[in-house]
């Protein structure tokens, strides 16, 4: 809700710019990511997943960039709009298990 | 329109009291959780549901409880026996059951101790 953000890793930048926001997982054996965006007092939206038959997954406006060599993903948002302002986080899934395990998240805060 | 639905958005709740959140879903779902989180930190799993009738508690499931009767409902009872109760509870569903899905999120309830 309003406080999910509390202490949160923040990156913060002017609107236009273009946004990365970065996920270590701890699972060699995870399979499935997936990148989430919540609002301030909503629940998590879906921006989008990967396989880690992929190392890079275009969308609208988004990118996903997956490295199982450092066990490292990555979120790029491109031209930064003020409607982007939230909590970014990370899910990973596998290694048998078909239940996410979440990242804390990222508070992006686009400045107009 | 389908989504998952939460109700209420906000639940205040007296020491001693059990409450009850609501999670329906239309998205024909076989599977439903539910989550807490608290600010700063990652969700943490309370109780999932694979199919009706059938439930496994997760990380934090102590002072909880749930019920599976139908496939669209799948409501978390906190009761007095978690002494920490104050979150944001999330539920999700996904489609397939023991598969790599995508989970949904409800728009959340947001728990207060009076």
């Known amino acids: 809700g309003e406080s999910v953000g509390l202490h949160l890793p923040t990156l913060s930048v002017q609107e236009g710019d273009n946004s990365i926001i970065n996920c270590a997982y701890s699972?060699?054996?995870?399979?499935?990511f997936i990148w989430y965006k919540q609002e301030s007092g909503k629940g998590p939206q879906f921006i989008i997943d990967?396989?880690?038959?992929?190392d890079k997954r275009q969308g609208q406006r988004v990118t996903v960039l997956l490295n199982k060599t450092v066990k490292h993903l990555s979120l790029q948002i491109a031209a930064t709009q003020p409607g982007d302002s939230a909590v970014y986080f990370c899910?990973?899934?596998?290694?048998?298990?078909?239940?996410?395990?979440f990242g804390r998240g990222t508070s992006l805060i686009v400045h107009p | 329109d389908g989504g998952i639905t939460q109700s209420p958005k906000y639940l205040f709740r007296k020491e001693g009291q059990n409450v009850t959140l609501s999670c329906e879903q239309n998205?024909?779902?076989?599977?439903m959780y539910w989550y807490r989180q608290d600010p700063g930190q990652g969700l943490r799993l309370i109780y999932y549901?694979?199919?009706?009738?059938?439930?496994q508690k997760g990380d934090i499931a102590e002072g909880y409880s749930v019920s599976r009767e139908k496939k669209e409902s799948f409501p978390l009872t906190v009761t007095s026996a978690q002494k920490n109760p104050t979150a944001f509870y999330l539920c999700?569903?996904?489609?397939?059951?023991?598969?790599?899905?995508?989970?949904?999120f409800g728009p959340g309830t947001r728990l207060l101790v009076l």
């Open positions: 999700a569903s996904s489609a397939v059951t023991g598969t790599q899905e995508t989970q949904y």
């Open positions: 549901s694979q199919i009706v009738n059938d439930f």
């Open positions: 899910a990973e899934m596998g290694g048998g298990s078909y239940i996410p395990t």
């Open positions: 699972n060699s054996a995870s399979d499935y």
């Open positions: 990967i396989r880690s038959n992929m």
């Open positions: 998205l024909n779902h076989d599977a």
